[in-house]
């Protein structure tokens, strides 16, 4: 996928903003907290005065505060109520965006599809495609090369479509559509580099969803404090972008050669946007302790559930890390995943998996901090744009207001 930058700001008000053209507005929002978390409906209540969300938008549900739920739970207790809530709400067409608040599960536990047509397709696909290769005399024609790039992309597809682990969160973004399919992803309308395809699933049937979170009450409330502090005086310090390889312009490329350029483009976005130091490093090695001081943005890879200690982060500080465990808890005391340790360790926003994402559902690191740097759109509308997939396992971490620029 290629951005073509000068063309976003075009579709952008087609694609994020509502029909007026305003971006994402206190009274667009609903808060989720859980009953059975009372440090979390204080948040709730806290978060909801702070932003001048009305008391009205704020909805109780009743489950386990345990990290993972069952999908029956999640049906009855969250999805029903949401669904229900939204349309006491009048009008129901301006909620655009759904916070959830400590307390609230981060993923939804495996369960039995309720989609076996797009299984039972892609498995007569992937006979068909066997039978042909096989009957394929010479390895290196054209037509074996094509048919074998198809065969490994459905084998890719079978693999996705079979799991049902997706997280709350994106789950939530597809709320309004009661039937939607049971594992697998779903392309995100809302994906700048999806925007020549046919849509999926409806715009006006997709939420923004962001999680007010973290490994305690205590930093929950210092997220949404540092988030309006730094709205004041606007975000300072440097970014730090870790890329693995030098920027690598061919043709093809691999998934992990595609984000590794996006992060060489968005050290190039912040820096045409933004009066901030940008500090790019281009080799195999990771930041290492003391390497990043006064860090205000940070986007790399690739250390698995281990975080580096190489930061040290400003007031409202945002960033994440693409490696597959960096959200799968919040809450366990000794874990180093990114999304956990980055909040122990100050930052207001963060983007992580709850469980393993392949790379290519990531946010595409040149528009998340293109759009975030340029200052126009709002925290959530810059995840929403640069999210490729829905109904999957990313957590976005923050206030969904956050302008930080």
């Not at 190039?268 to 990771?286: F, G, I, T």
Request: with cysteine.
């Amino acid at each position: 996928m290629r951005i073509l930058w000068p063309f976003l700001w075009g579709v952008l008000i087609v694609f994020v903003c509502p029909v007026d053209g305003m971006s994402l507005e206190p009274s667009e929002i609903m808060i989720i907290a859980n009953r059975q978390s009372p440090e979390g409906v204080r948040l709730a209540h806290y978060y909801a005065q702070q932003r001048g969300i009305p008391q009205t938008h704020l909805l109780l549900v009743n489950l386990s505060t345990k990290e993972t739920c069952g999908r029956d739970e999640y049906n009855q207790r969250i999805a029903v109520p949401v669904r229900d809530c939204l349309m006491a709400v009048k009008p129901p067409r301006r909620i655009r965006c759904i916070v959830l608040v400590y307390g609230i599960p981060l993923r939804v536990r495996s369960a039995k599809r309720d989609d076996a047509k797009t299984l039972g397709d892609l498995k007569a696909r992937q006979q068909l495609l066997q039978k042909r290769i096989e009957n394929q005399g010479e390895k290196d024609t054209p037509d074996y090369l094509t048919i074998a790039e198809e065969l490994e992309s459905i084998r890719s597809q079978l693999k996705v479509a079979r799991d049902t682990v997706a997280s709350v969160d994106s789950e939530l973004a597809l709320v309004k559509w009661a039937d939607a399919p049971v594992g697998g992803w779903i392309e995100n309308p809302f994906y700048i580099g999806f925007r020549e395809r046919p849509e999926t699933v409806a715009r006006e049937d997709v939420l923004m969803v962001s999680r007010l979170d973290g490994p305690t009450p205590a930093s929950v409330r210092r997220i949404i404090d540092d988030t309006i502090a730094t709205e004041k005086q606007g975000l300072v310090g440097s970014a730090y972008f870790d890329a693995r390889w030098p920027i690598d312009s061919s043709a093809m490329q691999s998934g992990y050669k595609l984000y590794d350029r996006s992060i060489h483009e968005a050290a190039k976005q912040v820096q045409k946007h933004r009066n901030l130091p940008v500090h790019l490093d281009q080799s195999p090695a990771l930041f290492q302790p003391g390497q990043c001081p006064d860090a205000a943005l940070y986007c790399g890879w690739y250390s698995l559930a281990n975080y580096v200690d190489a930061f040290k982060w400003q007031k409202g500080a945002i960033g994440y890390h693409i490696a597959s465990s960096e959200c799968t808890t919040l809450k366990k005391k000794n874990s180093q995943v990114w999304c956990k340790r980055m909040i122990e360790e100050g930052v207001c926003a963060t983007v992580g998996p709850v469980a393993e994402p392949y790379v290519q559902a990531f946010p595409m690191p040149e528009v998340f901090f293109g759009f975030l740097s340029e200052g126009i759109l709002s925290l959530a509308e810059c995840y929403m744009v640069s999210l490729p997939f829905l109904s999957w396992k990313m957590v976005l971490i923050g206030d969904p207001l956050y302008h930080p620029f």
